[in-house]
């Protein structure tokens, strides 16, 4: 991980609370996510069933919320304005890990080329950390005080990202040349340690997007639902990254869709 840039990334968020409450008053609220993945990358076709399927992985989080709706100094609501009872804006940090398997028509062939890419496996490893506003379209007073049990968002973010991928295969045992274990066209690529292929750590940033739903559990606690897309800045998160013009399937940097559950707290403060 570049450590510049997450002390910089760290520095950030400490310093938003004081800059925040100069210009708003707000409460505080955290909670935990958790929930299955789909990781699009190069292994594997895009939107491809079998793909989809089997490139699961699984991720969690923690999340930190400034609600501006309340004002946790005085346990009141703050002045009626829109911002105030439409947006909220958090902060997370997630962990999150794949397996990762070719998966399509080119992988079943009974082909020496078909054996290879079923006997490469691959893993990424990948932590997140970043900020993302977040739209209710409801108000959140309301919500906050029991007129209604569901509230729906939408939010747009940004996160700096830390990946540290893996790759393997059966055929890779004493003697053999990469040539020998891996699919000749994913070993043509800038950068890999096997021109490709890559078990390098590293860093990018990802847009982050997502929609989901607040439930009313208590007065201060909820439970939200939330389908997440993670867009990275990079083709690298996954270990792979062949030449595009050998490997013309290679068109996309590496993406997740991530469905989670989680639990928010009201803190009183």
Same mark, same amino acid.
């Not at 079923?118 to 970043?130: A, I, Q, T």
């Not at 209604?148 to 790759?167: D, N, R, T």
């Not at 559990?217 to 897309?229: F, G, M, R």
């Given at each position: 991980?570049?450590?510049?840039?997450?002390?910089?990334?760290?520095?950030?968020?400490?310093?938003?609370?004081?800059?925040?409450?100069?210009?708003?008053?707000?409460?505080?609220?955290?909670?935990?996510?958790?929930?299955?993945?789909?990781?699009?990358?190069?292994?594997?076709?895009?939107?491809?069933?079998?793909?989809?399927?089997?490139?699961?992985?699984?991720?969690?989080?923690?999340?930190?919320?400034?609600?501006?709706?309340?004002?946790?100094?005085?346990?009141?609501?703050?002045?009626?304005?829109?911002?105030?009872?439409?947006?909220?804006?958090?902060?997370?940090?997630?962990?999150?890990?794949?397996?990762?398997?070719?998966?399509?028509?080119?992988?079943?062939?009974?082909?020496?080329?078909?054996?290879?890419?079923?006997?490469?496996?691959? /893993?990424?490893? !990948?932590?997140? #950390?970043?900020?993302?506003? =977040?739209?209710? @379209?409801?108000?959140?007073? %309301?919500?906050?005080?029991?007129?209604?049990?569901?509230?729906?968002?939408?939010?747009?973010?940004?996160?700096?990202?830390?990946?540290?991928?893996?790759?393997?295969?059966?055929?890779?045992?004493?003697?053999?040349?990469?040539?020998?274990?891996?699919?000749?066209?994913?070993?043509?690529?800038?950068?890999?340690?096997?021109?490709?292929?890559?078990?390098?750590?590293?860093?990018?940033?990802?847009?982050?997007?997502?929609?989901?739903?607040?439930?009313?559990?208590?007065?201060?606690?909820?439970?939200?639902?939330?389908?997440?897309?993670?867009?990275?800045? /990079?083709?690298? !998160?996954?270990? #792979?990254?062949?030449?595009? =013009?050998?490997? @013309?399937?290679?068109?996309? %940097?590496?993406?997740?869709?991530?469905?989670?559950?989680?639990?928010?707290?009201?803190?009183?403060?």
């Amino acid at each position: 991980m570049n450590t510049k840039i997450l002390v910089a990334v760290l520095i950030l968020f400490l310093a938003i609370p004081s800059a925040a409450r100069s210009q708003f008053a707000f409460s505080n609220e955290i909670g935990v996510i958790a929930g299955p993945l789909l990781f699009q990358s190069d292994f594997g076709l895009r939107n491809n069933y079998d793909t989809n399927i089997n490139n699961q992985g699984l991720g969690i989080g923690l999340v930190h919320y400034f609600n501006f709706a309340y004002r946790a100094d005085c346990n009141c609501y703050t002045r009626d304005r829109y911002f105030n009872d439409h947006f909220k804006l958090r902060s997370e940090a997630d962990l999150h890990y794949t397996n990762l398997t070719h998966e399509g028509y080119e992988s079943q062939k009974d082909s020496p080329e078909g054996q290879d890419l079923r006997d490469h496996k691959g /893993s990424s490893l !990948v932590f997140e #950390l970043g900020m993302q506003l =977040e739209y209710f @379209p409801l108000s959140i007073r %309301d919500f906050q005080a029991g007129a209604f049990k569901i509230a729906p968002y939408i939010s747009l973010g940004a996160h700096f990202v830390s990946f540290k991928p893996e790759y393997s295969s059966v055929q890779d045992v004493p003697g053999a040349s990469p040539e020998d274990i891996y699919f000749d066209r994913f070993l043509i690529g800038d950068g890999g340690e096997l021109g490709g292929i890559s078990d390098a750590a590293g860093t990018t940033w990802a847009l982050t997007g997502s929609v989901g739903i607040r439930y009313k559990l208590t007065i201060l606690s909820d439970i939200n639902l939330e389908l997440k897309y993670h867009k990275y800045h /990079s083709n690298w !998160v996954d270990g #792979l990254n062949p030449d595009p =013009e050998f490997y @013309p399937p290679n068109k996309y %940097d590496d993406s997740i869709v991530w469905l989670t559950i989680g639990y928010i707290y009201y803190l009183n403060f």
